[in-house]
């Protein structure tokens, strides 16, 4: 997904520099990979937004509107937002408290990289302003967050949002409320220390002679080239049984690999993004629809990965397709139950963090969110089940571009590779911006 730069806490550039939007960027390939720059792809065709997420009627004619850089914010009402009185939205509270207590750092002197609302610039038809800070020592949000603290019940979190936010409904600059959502996650392998005879596939930490050749050698010459294989000789941080495992956490940027140390221990780490080979990402995805194995509406991670089962004998020649190599270093995980660092700078929490554009919602926003379930594709597929809830913008990639776009941080465990996988639904954002 994409590997997001200079500014930004550096999960930008472990989980964020996969290739492209989470995973449909391998499955479709129209966006980066890695860090690169997305690749332009034609405008996708009209959405079929589900009775959950149709579009509210259009804002009357003296509506209050506010610009980004990428679009534009349109006054709404809590009534607006489809499933609102449904959520459990004391479940988004952690991510709510680290998003504040982020920008008050920042407001303090510390971590820039966490501004929260006060990164972005908005404007109105008569001129521009700054907005305040959604969590400073001062504000009032951050206070009603700091006095209810870290047990408040669902009635105490419902009061403070409805009574200190204003719901805005995003659109592109075009005045389109509708738009993309898909996914990513932190995938968890089974990894050995030592190569095996199940356990054949490298996971290299960065060449010796990173930096002094750019681009370095590509994927498939890391497998051939003598130079290659000699730079990167004792740079094995572990060993995985899959070659599509070491795909995956490179298109994720970063992931987490489960041990069996001598005396039968079992210890999870974390794999975090150290580098890259300076190749152009190209995406499986898009080669395997011309190749023909399935249409572009088929198109997912768990097709990708039947084929690779299907014809073992070509998946050295699907993945030479994409030159884009990952290198990473080991890291401890002190928790296993907290998420990697977003670009915010904060913990990513499952089910309610999402990457956006910084430049259409800043970093700390909440944010509700209204989408459909992925689901596997069909023709005869029985109607989506709403997704729809409050979630915190937390990160960023260099492939999450336009107003109305974002990316779902599905955690990780059983279940969560082929959520994100699927995940290529309609959309429609709302910001909730301080009053």
């Known amino acids: ?73 349109v006054r709404g009402e809590w009534s607006d937002l489809p499933g609102w009185d449904a959520d459990q939205t004391l479940m988004a509270w952690p991510a709510l408290q680290r998003s504040c207590d982020k920008a008050i750092t920042a ?45 408040p019940n669902e009635a105490q979190v419902r009061q403070l949002l409805q009574s200190r936010l204003q719901p805005w409904r995003v659109e592109s600059a075009e005045g389109k409320p509708e738009g993309l959502l898909t996914g990513y996650f932190e995938p968890l392998l089974e990894a050995s220390r030592v190569r095996t005879e199940r356990h054949t596939v490298p996971v290299y930490g ?37 070659p599509m495992d070491l795909l995956l956490v490179q298109i994720q940027g970063s992931g987490r690999l489960t041990f069996t140390e001598p005396g039968g221990m079992r210890r999870m780490v974390r794999l975090a993004f ?12 898009r080669w395997l629809v011309e190749q023909g194995a399935f249409t572009l509406e088929q198109a997912s991670w768990p097709a990708i990965r039947q084929w690779a089962r299907q014809n073992p004998q070509r998946v050295k020649e699907m993945l030479a397709v994409n030159t884009r190599y990952v290198f990473f270093r080991e890291e401890p ?15 990513l929490t499952p089910g309610r963090s999402i990457a956006v554009d910084k430049d259409s919602i800043p970093y700390g926003t909440p944010v509700w969110l209204a989408s459909t379930e992925p689901q596997v594709w069909s023709q005869n597929a029985p109607p989506a089940r709403p997704l729809q809830r409050l979630v915190l913008a937390q990160d960023t990639g260099s492939a999450i571009l336009g107003a109305v776009r974002a990316d779902y941080f599905w955690g990780w465990g059983d279940g969560v590779e082929e959520r994100a996988g699927r995940t290529k639904q309609p959309l429609k954002l709302w910001v909730l911006w301080p009053k």
């Not at 890391?222 to 000789?233: F, G, H, M």
């Not at 150290?274 to 995805?285: E, F, I, R, W």
């Not at 995980?333 to 913990?347: F, H, K, R, T």
């Open 1 to 73: 997904m994409s590997l997001f730069l200079s500014n930004r806490p550096e999960f930008v550039h472990r989980v964020r520099q996969r290739a492209g939007a989470a995973l449909v960027a391998a499955i479709l390939g129209t966006l980066a990979g890695c860090g690169g720059r997305p690749l332009l792809a034609p405008a996708p065709p009209p959405l079929d937004i589900p009775p959950s997420v149709q579009t509210p009627p259009p804002a009357a004619v003296d509506a209050e509107i506010r610009t980004t850089p990428r679009g534009r914010w």
């Open 107 to 151: 407001a303090n002197g510390g971590n820039t990289s966490g501004r929260g609302l006060a990164a972005a610039r908005l404007g109105t038809r008569t001129g521009s302003f700054r907005p305040h800070r959604l969590a400073s020592p001062g504000d009032a949000v951050s206070r009603g967050v700091r006095r209810l603290g870290p047990g």
């Open 206 to 242: 960065l060449p010796a002679d990173h930096g002094l050749r750019k681009p370095w050698f590509t994927r498939g010459e890391i497998e051939t080239q003598p130079a290659a294989q000699a730079a990167l000789k004792g740079r094995e941080i572990a060993w995985l049984a899959d």
């Open 274 to 285: 150290a580098g890259h080979n300076d190749q152009p990402y190209q995406s499986v995805g």
């Open 333 to 347: 995980l002190a928790d296993p139950a907290i998420g990697a660092v977003g670009a915010q700078g904060v913990p």
